[in-house]
């Protein structure tokens, strides 16, 4: 099912492209802690890749890796098929990468609108004095910008607190206003950290439509760290199963479920 | 009595233009403070010294005179040329920028992450360490400084003779109202303008307040802090310099004009630490504050009448009083977002 450098095609029938970002031999360490011990995997173009397990097991470390918050001290990260030098986290985001945090970050004092068109910021071009001397090129270039973050707003179905302070809003929405925040960026790859941690049934429902919506309608590359494995397994086209910042697993939702030593991980650890 | 109130109009007039420059330098405080956490102590230096190198590049003086001559035995002080107040604000401009740089790539760059109190030791040591530089490039004694754009339209000298005349008619009586005073509120007013057209509608705008808002936030939308650190305290210094200029064309540039930053605190304290209207309506408030407060307590027949006595001087004083009071029941100040401890 899987050919290395053509890509597969998933069960639902989507076709899945060639490697865009590729992990190899990364080791984390924090002083005496080793957070990520040894790992190599890689994310296709077009896919859901979902990256599991326990609490402490090196998941958001990992993402902070691609997303360039965090410098591995051995391996080497791949984009595009080219190495990519040590990085700091905006340069990443230049390139295409944009993601959502754990515990939200997002700009509290700014409107829902704000933050969307804040994501937009990689792609405004115009200089400081461009926009100075070309007033009609800066506009366009906003009037452009903005209908893409209205597009998204539309897509999220946000539209009833677009005006409203970030600050105001239940957890539930916070959450989708950082995810259209990322996709404002109109991202290559897109990096969620538990999009759907401390949402009730209904609100996970809803994150994982539009997860899947973003991947079809976009054709999106996802990367997403998720513990609930109901909603894992039914998003994702390949999974990584972390423990104690080992790769014990990699594969399709099935192979992974059936893999003893995840199942021996699962087992061993009490969970939220 | 109604003599008495259209007096203290005059007086609250003048208040009203004297906050103008406090509400400057506070300015340029919220502007860095906002952005990176750090308590700039040294805006108020930044004033003297734009000003300092303002005066130093239009009359043609070499800067670091007295170390070049002490170590190569020359003797030089002047180019012998004077250059025009644009050009010479345009490259005080690049001197300021030049300045950001090199704080931020030598001293902060390297202090990301620690704690406030040792962001502002910092700028306490970068405000002497300024302080040092400034009399050692330009000397330390009083200079004069006129800011002309043409032959004959300089910075306007003397009372206003237009609202002299006018109060006269109207009060029977002329206020006495400074030309420069009222220049100087039109500059402040339009320089806000400015930053407020900037933070709102330019990408770097955008980023600055992204970067204020929330660092990891701004991160993962690919702002470069430091380049916002630069361009943050660019900013800073060219308000400073407009600052600077105005406090040097009143009273000449001197030392002394570091000493109106500490004005400035109370200001902060009064309008928040990270608040631009409260800055400029904090200053106003200090501005008019100090000085009715003056014209009140000093006079005989208000004061001296209601409680028997008179006190003398207390500008000196009223500001910081003002503030504590506010700290103590306010403590956020006027428009300063509320401080709750996150747990
Ligand atoms: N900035 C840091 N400094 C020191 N140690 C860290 C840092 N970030 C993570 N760690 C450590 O690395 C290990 C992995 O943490 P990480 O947050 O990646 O786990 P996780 O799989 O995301 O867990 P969770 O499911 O709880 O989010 C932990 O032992 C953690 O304490
Ligand atoms: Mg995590």
């Known amino acids: 099912m899987l050919d290395q450098a053509e890509g597969y095609v998933t069960a639902d029938g989507r076709k899945i492209g060639g490697v865009v970002m590729e992990m190899k031999n990364i080791t984390l360490r924090f002083g005496g802690v080793e957070a990520i011990k040894d790992i190599s995997f890689d994310i296709r173009e077009g896919e859901i890749r979902a990256i599991i397990g326990p609490n402490g097991a090196g998941k958001s470390s990992m993402l902070n890796v691609i997303s360039g918050f965090y410098i591995p001290q051995v391996g080497q990260v791949f984009y595009k098929g080219a190495p990519r030098p040590p990085m700091k986290p905006f340069e990443v985001a230049r390139q295409g990468i944009a993601r959502t945090f754990q515990n939200i970050a997002l700009f509290e004092g700014m409107t829902v609108l704000d933050n969307v068109m804040t994501g937009r910021l990689t792609h405004m071009k115009t200089g400081l004095w461009g926009q100075a001397i070309w007033k009609g090129k800066a506009e366009a270039e906003e009037t452009a910008n903005r209908e893409v973050a209205e597009r998204i707003i539309d897509f999220l179905e946000i539209q009833a607190i677009r005006k409203t302070p970030v600050a105001r809003l239940p957890y539930g929405l916070k959450k989708r206003v950082e995810l259209a925040r990322a996709l404002a960026a109109e991202p290559s790859l897109l990096l969620l950290d538990e999009p759907m941690a401390g949402m009730n049934v209904e609100e996970k429902e809803d994150m994982s439509r539009f997860i899947l919506d973003v991947n079809d309608e976009f054709g999106t590359t996802i990367a997403l760290i998720e513990h609930d494995m109901g909603v894992v397994m039914d998003l994702s086209d390949r999974v990584v199963v972390m423990d104690y910042g080992k790769k014990i697993g990699d594969g399709s939702p099935d192979e992974v479920r059936n893999n003893q030593d995840v199942i021996d991980a699962y087992l061993g650890v009490s969970h939220d | ?94 001197v300021m920028i030049l300045l950001a740089w090199m704080v931020q790539r030598f001293i902060f760059r390297h202090l990301v ?60 009586y002329g206020f006495f109202i400074d030309n420069l005073d009222i220049t100087a509120t039109i500059i402040a007013i339009l320089l806000v303008t400015a930053l407020v057209i900037f933070s709102q509608y330019t990408k770097q705008g955008r980023a600055m307040r992204a970067v204020a808002d929330d660092h990891q936030a701004a991160l993962s939308v690919g702002v470069s802090l430091n380049y916002i650190w630069i361009l943050v305290w660019s900013v800073a210094g060219f308000v400073a310099l407009v600052a600077g200029i105005m406090w040097g064309a009143k009273s000449g540039v001197q030392f002394s004009l570091s000493l109106i930053a500490l004005k400035a605190l109370p200001v902060l304290m009064l309008g928040g630490f990270t608040s631009i209207p409260g800055a400029i309506v904090g200053g106003l408030i200090i501005g008019v504050g100090e000085k009715l407060f003056e014209f009140f307590m000093s006079s005989g027949d208000l004061a001296g009448a209601l409680f028997g006595f008179t006190m003398n001087a207390t500008e000196n004083w009223f500001a910081y009083v003002l503030a504590l009071i506010f700290l103590v029941f306010r403590p956020q100040g006027l428009f300063g977002e509320k401080i709750i401890e996150r747990v």
């Open chain 2, 1 to 94: 009595m109604s003599d008495q109130l259209i007096y203290a109009s005059e007086v609250f007039l003048n208040g009203l233009m004297a906050g103008v420059l406090y509400a400057l330098v506070a300015l340029g405080f919220v502007l860095i403070f906002k952005a990176s956490g750090i308590f700039n102590f040294a805006q108020g230096v930044m004033a003297l010294f734009a000003a300092m190198t303002l005066v130093g590049i239009q009359s043609g003086q070499v800067p670091f005179a007295h170390l070049i001559n002490a170590v190569f035995g020359t003797k030089i002080h002047h180019f012998g040329w004077e250059v025009h107040s644009i050009i010479a604000i345009i490259l005080t401009v690049l």
């Open chain 2, 113 to 172: 992450g620690q704690e406030p109190i040792i962001l502002f030791m910092a700028t306490i040591g970068l405000a002497y360490l300024l302080e040092g530089v400034a009399d050692l490039m330009w000397g330390s004694e009083i200079k004069k400084l006129d800011v002309c754009l043409a032959e004959g339209t300089c910075l306007p000298q003397g009372i206003n003779l237009a609202i002299d005349e006018a109060t006269f008619n109207l009060f029977g």
